[in-house]
């Protein structure tokens, strides 16, 4: 387009009902705009569950029977809550000479103090065991293995326990390391107490 036709380019006046429609259509697509944005940002507001997730969790372990385990979630993290029978009571005692830390003394991270005991438990309910379920070499999970005897890479003489699958470390129904293994501390206790006889609260311990 020339110089001269652009100079004489002059735009058509809006009548006041295109102006109107103009008008509205802005205004109509800036509100939009909010809607489409307040979605957005309400999804950045920490949901419910995030809140929650580093609070005490309450456990009912009335179902749990002699020689189980439950596993439950705090910050993230599998908690696990064994209920040891007698035998497996006996064969901590089996494992003290074998275990690296007997009376969880390492302070790599903190232990409860009622839980710097042979059975790592409280005194009043030491049959119940409660545990963070992550190895202390490289945070893999270990597995059950509750079994007694010689199984595939267990010695034959295990007395049952807890085995990582991921570099070998065992563990045993303290979930204590063995001597020797790459895993450098114990399985780790967390803060908990009982409410009642068969009401555990992980992650928090007044009474302690």
């Known amino acids: 387009m020339s110089d001269a036709l652009v100079s004489n380019f002059t735009p058509a006046p809006l009548d006041s009902s295109k102006r109107t429609w103009l008008i509205a259509s802005g205004c109509a697509g800036a509100v939009g705009t909010v809607a489409l944005a307040t979605p957005f940002v309400s999804s950045l507001a920490p949901s419910e569950r995030a809140k ?17 385990k439950r596993i439950v979630e705090w910050r993230g993290k599998p908690v696990w809550i064994v209920r040891r029978t007698p035998e497996m009571m006996a064969s901590i005692k089996q494992t003290d000479a074998e275990v690296a830390d007997p009376q969880s003394k390492r302070t ?7 839980a710097k005991n042979e059975a790592r438990a409280r005194e009043e ?16 999970s270990p597995v059950d293995k509750f079994q007694t005897g010689a199984q595939p890479s267990l010695p034959d003489n295990w007395q049952g326990g807890f ?10 129904l303290a ?7 790459p895993a450098p501390d114990n399985l780790q ?20």
Do not use: Q, W
């Not at 790599?108 to 009622?114: E, G, K, Q, T, W």
């Not at 065991?129 to 202390?136: D, R």
């Not at 085995?163 to 045993?172: A, E, I, K, N, Q």
């Open 189 to 208: 206790v967390p803060p908990y107490m009982f409410l009642a006889e068969n009401k555990l609260l992980i992650g928090e311990d007044k009474k302690a």
């Open 125 to 140: 309910h030491s049959e119940v065991l409660v545990l963070i379920g992550i190895c202390t070499h490289l945070g893999c």
């Open 175 to 181: 979930g204590r390391v063995f001597k020797n293994k």
């Open 108 to 114: 790599a991270f903190p232990i409860p103090d009622y």
């Open 163 to 172: 085995f990582c699958p991921c570099h070998g470390s065992t563990f045993d």
């Open 52 to 68: 929650a997730a580093g609070g005490p969790v309450e456990v009912d372990i009335s179902a749990l029977k002699p020689g189980e």
